[in-house]
Nanobody
Framework: VQLVESGGGLVQPGGSLRLSCVAS????????ARWYRQAPGNQRELVAQ???????NYADAVTGRFTISRDNAEKSVYLQMNDLKSEDTAVYFC????????WGQGTQVTVSS
């Protein structure tokens, strides 16, 4: 199983980024796809998830600014992040859950002027 994230980087406050995660080695459509983040000194937190039936849930801190989506044909999950704030700075991890969780290696997002 391999999850490969991309799309992180440095962005100014108010800017946007789109994270991507491509999965291999799993039956992608049956998995819940999640994005987590971990800031220095903080615990890893769930940011957003999308179920196999396309139901979505978001952390309160990102509701209205972030959008999670998935493309089963491409075995990919995305996180569109708009109106980024300094407190969004973290390493973002893709995770796929179906009775067990597989993790990506993470991608750094830094929001700074």
């Amino acid at each position: 199983v391999q999850l490969v994230e991309s799309g992180g980087g440095l962005v100014q406050p108010g800017g946007s980024l789109r994270l991507s995660c491509v999965a291999s080695g799993i039956s992608f459509p049956i998995y819940v796809a999640r994005w987590y983040r971990q800031a220095p000194g903080n615990q890893r937190e769930l940011v957003a998830q999308i179920t196999p039936t396309y139901n979505t849930n978001y952390a309160d801190a990102v509701t209205g600014r972030f959008t999670i989506s998935r493309d089963n044909a491409e075995k990919s999950v995305y996180l569109q992040m708009n109106d980024l704030k300094s407190e969004d700075t973290a390493v973002y991890f893709c995770a796929m859950y179906f009775y067990t969780t597989y993790w990506g290696q993470g991608t750094q997002v830094t929001v700074s002027s």
